[in-house]
């Protein structure tokens, strides 16, 4: 069954740690590498060049909408966990290109492995308390008064970030840097602080993978699950209403749905991979399942890892105001940019 070395080989599957493969690279063909390094480093550039300019336009479309409050402001810190999440794009794409060797130091290391289990858990439970404002609004017809208030909406808010934190605390507290025997400086989690036996520490590897799967989607997607159920019973029974708030209500829902189904979709199949992991670390599985885990974990990591772009192009595909600001902001640009060169072009002459 599976071993792992105490130290450096106790956190396979980390969150979003698609360095796994180096952590156990005498469990894996060698060939592993020469598909999972550089490859890896340009999906991952490529989807921060996405992720920055596409969250960033949204951050800022959002932010100078009519409705500054609303569900704007979920849009926007849904956008802002996405882009905390790119912006450890380069850090990690530069890893997996050295083939897995961490250059930056410990610091970087637990803090861009924090921010990655931050933006995870925030996207997700901005996403849940979405759905359940839609089920208030919806279902039990309450006001945008009362759910979009100051005091409301700070307190969801907080709430929703501070949770986020407080479960990313482990990854703050026991990921660093170590060294590897092929004298490379690896990232990974050690639990050296809390444990003395190599048992211990596959115990608690596999006890933080079932938190975040649990934690970071089933009892999420469950919730959001069940708004929807009640939902749609109600649209069902109010089918005929074609008021103009109801056609609002239903042109948000649509996009929120949009957004919960792409979620589920990029990352499901990772957390199925982490709960096969934690089955293995069990001793659940036999060792040979490990060739089929190590090929589906880059491809649902690199999965997961899209997800954090695509928000702002379903945005501009299915909701027709966001799509006209863009087109408003760019067009703006363009016309200041072409102004400022109109002016400097003309200030040379009006001095002669």
């Not at 480093?41 to 300019?53: K, P, R």
């Not at 048992?199 to 959001?224: C, D, H, K, S, T």
């Not at 940019?337 to 009006?350: I, K, L, N, V, W």
């Amino acid at each position: 069954m599976v071993t792992l070395n105490f130290s450096a080989e106790t956190d396979v599957l980390d969150l979003k740690g698609y360095l796994a493969e180096k952590t156990m690279e005498n469990k894996t063909s060698p060939t592993t590498h020469s598909y999972s390094g550089p490859p890896l480093a340009a999906i991952f550039l490529v989807i921060f060049i996405l992720g920055l300019f596409g969250n960033g336009l949204v951050i800022i479309i959002s932010k100078f909408k009519s409705k500054q409050g609303g569900a704007n402001s979920y849009i926007r810190h849904l956008a802002s966990a996405d882009l905390l999440f790119v912006l450890t794009l380069p850090l990690w794409a530069t890893e997996a290109f050295l083939h897995y060797h961490w250059p930056f130091g410990w610091f970087l290391c637990k803090v861009s492995s924090s921010i990655v289990q931050l933006s995870m858990y925030a996207s997700i439970f901005l996403l849940t308390y979405m759905s359940f404002d839609r089920y208030l609004a919806i279902v039990w017809r309450v006001p945008s008064s009362q759910r979009y208030s100051q005091k409301t909406m700070l307190v969801s808010l907080w709430s929703i970030w501070l949770l986020s934190f407080l479960l990313t605390t482990p990854t703050a507290l026991f990921r660093t840097t170590q060294t590897t025997h092929e004298n490379k400086t690896s990232c990974n989690m050690n639990f050296s602080l809390v444990v003395s036996a190599p048992e211990q520490a596959n115990a608690w590897a596999a006890g933080l993978y079932l938190m975040r799967i649990v934690m970071g989607f089933l009892l999420p997607f469950m919730g959001i699950t069940i708004c929807y159920c009640f939902i749609g019973r109600a649209l069902n029974h109010h089918f005929s209403a074609v008021h103009q708030e109801e056609q609002r209500r239903r042109r948000l829902l649509k996009i929120i749905s949009i957004l919960v189904v792409v979620f589920s979709l990029c990352w499901a199949p990772f957390h199925v991979i982490n709960t096969f992991y934690v089955l293995m670390l069990q001793q659940h599985l036999p060792d040979r399942i490990s060739s089929f885990i190590f090929p589906a974990f880059y491809l649902t990591t690199c999965l997961a890892y899209v997800n954090s772009c695509l928000n702002p192009f379903l945005y501009a595909f299915f909701d027709l105001r966001f799509r006209t600001k863009c087109l408003k902001l760019l067009r703006l640009k363009k016309y200041t940019e072409g102004s400022a060169s109109s002016q400097s072009m003309q200030t040379p002459s009006s001095e002669h």
